[in-house]
């Protein structure tokens, strides 16, 4: 493995997780988003992620310090992209806009430079060919809040090239995660192909009137033992790739619960700015959500 300098292409909540980490392992870190707004709330979210590490991972001042210098910001692609060893892609969940990602990056991207979906859902050969180096192409999914929950999920398509996967999985242990090499294409991988469906069906409570959200999350957490229920987990992935997962179920399949949940979701809470923990207000209000109470799993 031969990667030294990394590009992240989207500045989300997860995008500024994974680019942050891999600086903090001592990558040269390049971020880039579309433009100059975004990248700038990415910014406010790493400076909250220096925090995070001295509090979670016991980290000096310094060592965030350090990790925070070795990244940098861009909204020219062929910019970020001028010296990369590998570009990882954390853009929304829609196929079309990663398609149409590709095939830019694609034609400016050096020879060398190998490219990683992030998709949750979505499979790497949906956009090997767009790629224009389907060899080096292949997935690499974290789990949110990468730096404590460390999987690093690395599934190649047909096409992908034995080396560029043993590699994939040497760089994911060398910004410490646990990797998880995946032989086949599986939609969902191992980690969605449990979560997503888990979520889908608290979601489709709600919007069928079945129960309430807090009910909900609550007779998972008894019942269970879970320290979150599904409604605090949607908070933490984000409203808005949940409503992604879930808008192209609804096209793909026609199904009307699953249009009317989407519409639930676009209009209860992403038109309203609900879109989860990151903003403060999604299903629960944050930071002191209900489920936090000392008497939630009591009344």
């Not at 929304?92 to 859902?121: C, H, Q, R, W």
């Not at 910004?175 to 939609?187: C, D, F, T, W, Y």
């Amino acid at each position: 493995m031969n990667y030294k300098n990394i590009t992240v292409a989207g500045s989300g909540v997860l995008g500024s997780q994974i680019a942050y980490q891999a600086a903090f392992k001592g990558f040269d870190v390049a971020i880039y988003d579309i433009n100059d707004e975004a990248v700038e709330s990415s910014k406010k979210r790493l400076v909250k992620l220096k925090g995070n590490y001295c509090n979670d991972m016991g980290a000096s001042e310094e060592e965030v310090d350090m990790a925070y210098a070795r990244l940098s910001f861009h909204t020219d692609l062929a910019k970020a992209v001028a010296d990369a060893d590998l570009v990882i892609e954390a853009i929304p969940e829609v196929a079309d806009i990663k398609t149409a990602f590709y095939m830019e990056l694609g034609k400016v991207a050096p020879e060398k430079t190998v490219f990683a979906t992030n998709s949750s859902t979505l499979l790497p050969s949906q956009f090997a060919e767009a790629t224009g180096r389907p060899e080096k192409f292949l997935a690499l999914h974290f789990a949110n809040t990468i730096r404590i929950n460390n999987t690093a999920e690395i599934m190649k398509h047909p096409g992908t090239a034995d080396s560029v996967f043993d590699d994939m999985v040497e760089f994911a242990e060398a910004i410490g995660m646990v990797a998880l090499p995946l032989h086949k294409e599986q939609p969902g991988y191992i980690l969605n192909s449990l979560l997503v469906p888990f979520l889908e069906a608290a979601e489709l409570l709600l919007v069928k009137g079945v129960a309430d959200v807090q009910t909900v999350d609550k007779t998972w957490m008894i019942a269970t033992g879970a320290p979150l229920g599904p409604f605090a987990i949607l908070d933490v992935v984000g409203i808005n790739t949940a409503h992604n997962i879930v808008q192209a179920k609804a096209a793909a399949t026609g199904n009307p619960k699953f249009v009317e949940l989407a519409h639930m979701l676009k209009t209860d809470y992403l038109d309203k700015g609900k879109l989860g923990r990151e903003t403060g207000e999604g299903f629960y209000n944050y930071p002191n959500p209900a489920f936090m109470k000392e008497d939630f799993l009591k009344s």
